[in-house]
């Protein structure tokens, strides 16, 4: 299996799928499993008496399909659009390697606009940004590291920022509590996922704080984020927008002793440049406070660069990790390198759907965004398991996935299952999705795609209760319990 996805294989896959829609045409009712031969046991129960069984309030619906041949297996509720979640990163990853290719790297520059002259910059420092979602501070020491082997030691213009390489967004889904870390602002120059490190620990009576840009090797504190502990026990946190910085507060009655997490940052490209700053600052290079560039000047030098990891190592870990900022980022370069025009993450995720459409069959779809969270987004499981179809024939997203440990009745996992699932998953309160791959005893894969969702009732929440809804945690462990259950019947049932 191919690590990555060659775009000339990737049509002619399709191709060959186009040859087969009329096999892969959902039946008009989910098929019934044929008896299992002698020494097997019965066959287990069909799809309906599970989903019946697992008691799950709203929608369930899902589609297998047969990935040498195209065929539907079994579908139930076919015509039924469910938000995708993060199994909508699946998609977003063929799309981007299908536009970008999987060797892609994102790209950093720090640029000089003027005379380089005995290490004095006669003009201003620019760091522009490609749009790596990768970019983290030790990256940004690499970038000073790379200044000072260039002999720079003095500027005498401007320290400036460029984030115009992609469209800027101050949250990937405006709709979600303002303290959670995984809904950051994005644009074309990111740190640190968008994301700033709080910290409090206990000193007499009080508190100290700190809010750094963190890694491994670096901590250091920034300015563009404030935070003042407040004396309530509710809300937890609250957000402002003043004065051009992120004013936090948090209540104390929430604190213990000590404790850290991580904010979503809503201005990324002044983030990274004070970092950028503080860094090279370390390093003897003093430069001026960071200021937003809204275009590249011609005529620049290029000072320092940095390079992302190839485009199908970043997607394998933004398919493991789930990681939004990720997804946002690669569909939107995917967007751009197709040549078409999209201002927000809304236009360029219809974008992509218009490509699902024409590329995977996927021709009802709907996405708002490129990482799924937000709940606006519609796909159907028969399209889903369809896509799965495709993309194994084009050598696609079945080696980025991770295998997904299926659970046996008494909810333990079963790590010497005879079959093996890769696949994605999917979570927002009320809304749980599993899409990907089942290989069976016998050498056949499946495609498929479970998606659940009481949609109803999670448009009813806040935002402030789409933090913590009461009854979410239960509702998606039933899922979960569902989804294992089809699994086990599918492995069974389609063994050769």
Known sequence: ????????????????????????????????????????????????????????????????????????LETVRPGAALPPASTAKAITALYALDALGPAHRFETRVLAAGELRDGVLKGDLILA????????????????????AAGLRAVEGRLRVWAGALPAARAIDAGQPAHVSYNPAVSGLNLNFNRVHFGWARAGADYEVTLQARTARYRPDVRIARMQIADR????????????RDHWTVARGALGAEGARWLPVRRPALYAGEVFQRLAEVAGLRLPAPEAAAALPGGTTTLARRESAPLREILRDMLDYSTNLTAEVAGLAATAAQGARAATLAESGAEMA???????????????????????SRVTATEMARAMVAAERAGGVRALLEDYDVRDARGRPMRDAPFEVRAKTGTLHFVSALTGYLSVPGGRTLGFAILTGDVAHRETLTRAQLDRPPGARAWAGRSRRLQSALLRRWAQVHSA
């Open 354 to 376: 218009r490509w699902a459409a024409g590329a995977l069959g996927m021709e009802s779809c709907r996405f708002v965004d490129h990482s799924g969270l937000g709940d606006a």
């Open 129 to 148: 940004g490609g749009g790596d979602p990768t970019l983290d501070t030790d990256g940004l020491a690499a970038l000073v590291e790379g200044l000072q």
């Open 233 to 244: 026990r509710s809300p937890v946190y609250t957000y402002e927008d003043r004065a051009g």
């Open 1 to 72: 299996m191919r690590d990555g996805l060659d775009r000339r294989a990737f049509l002619a896959g399709l191709g060959a799928l186009a040859g087969t829609q009329a096999a892969a045409a959902p039946p008009a009712a989910s098929l019934r499993p044929l008896a299992r031969r002698a020494g097997l046991g019965p066959a287990p129960p069909g799809a309906e008496a599970l989903i019946a069984e697992a008691r799950l309030r709203g929608t369930v619906a899902l589609g297998l399909a047969d990935v040498a041949t195209g065929r539907m």
